[in-house]
């Protein structure tokens, strides 16, 4: 086994250690409620998760630079973990060097190490390399802005901590300080607002990548768009408050859809399966709108009955229950035909021919006539150069091919 394949998943390995490391000196471990180690676990197991799939990647393709991504996000998350535990809720009475780096490193890079590397894979999904040399300017905003950043952190005048807002925010004396802290805050919204200008830019990049690729760069690309446009769904859920009755409910709505991206970005890549992702966004969509429209009609129903029949709730209940059982394989079949009538034109003409075919095999015909249909049949789907059949016919005086 060449070292070059070997590297990455020892670097997996020790990221993977460092992580459970992490995991059991968090301060959410300790935490009674679900919801803070539920958060705390999704960390840990992201940073694995997202630097095993850049080592799959590094080891099936070594000149992808999308590894590198991998590996730069999975060891932020690391390393902004660790830092962050060592934060306290208060400011500390004599701080120490490590909380003094705990608060640079996370308040300035924590975007920068987790996050900005995601981005990025927008302008190298899925060859890992720049469409043209005008998309580079992605990657000099970052190569310019972190270290930039990260000096005015390191020498503003007062620390402040992380992620927090409002008067009761404290600050710590920086004792090698000498920037004011609205520099900070100045450079703070400039690299926001970049990273807007970045993420706009990338889904830009996206959309001229596919126009101008192949078909199985496209096909690719469709694996990106998938999970990208179940997390849009599932932002969309959360702002509009579902599963806040439930915490553990909204974090996976919010958490599975993350995690998908790389795992998405992974088998687009290493080509596993790569054509059916027609086939995943059809059945996806025909679900999706199959349990809309029966749980529309479930409630509409126990509503009717109950309004406006003199019955028992109970009674409503078994009967939209029946209704809606009775309506789910009929209504599944006639949306995931109209579903791939649209989305997976292969699957729906491929059983479109076979349906034509079982119903002309219905007729008297003689062996000439299933022969040209099937040739026929063969000729529609697959349009090959040459079709031949070969035949074996038995009668009374003995075989004759």
Known sequence: MKLKSVIPWVWTGLLAVASLALFFIWPDHQAPDLVSQAGSTFFVLTAVLVTALGALIATRQPGNRISWLFFASGAGLVVVGAL???????????????????FVVVDALSVAAIFYPLLLLLYIFPTGHFLTRRWTWAGWFGAIMVPTLLFVALFSE?????????PDVWTITNPIGFIPLSVLDVMGFIWIAGLLVVAIGGVTAVIVRYRRSSQLVRTQIKWLLYPGLIFVV????????????????STLIFVVPIAMIPISMTVAITRYRLFEIDRIISRTLAYILVVGLLVGTYFGTVTFISTQLPA???VAVAGSTLLVAALFNPLRKRIQTAV???FNRSSYRAQQVADEFAAHLQESLTI???????IETVDQVVEPEVVAVWLQAEDTLGARS
Do not use: C, M, Q, Y
């Open 84 to 102: 962050g535990s060592l934060i306290p809720d208060e400011a500390p009475v004599s701080p120490t060097f490590w909380h003094w780096l705990a």
């Open 158 to 166: 007062e620390i402040s901590a992380p992620f927090e807002e409002g």
């Open 234 to 249: 599932s932002f969309v859920l959360i702002v509009f408050g579902v599963g806040d009755d439930n915490d553990i409910l």
């Open 312 to 314: 028992p709730n109970a």
């Open 340 to 342: 791939d009538k649209r």
């Open 368 to 374: 000439e006539e299933i022969t040209d249909a099937w």
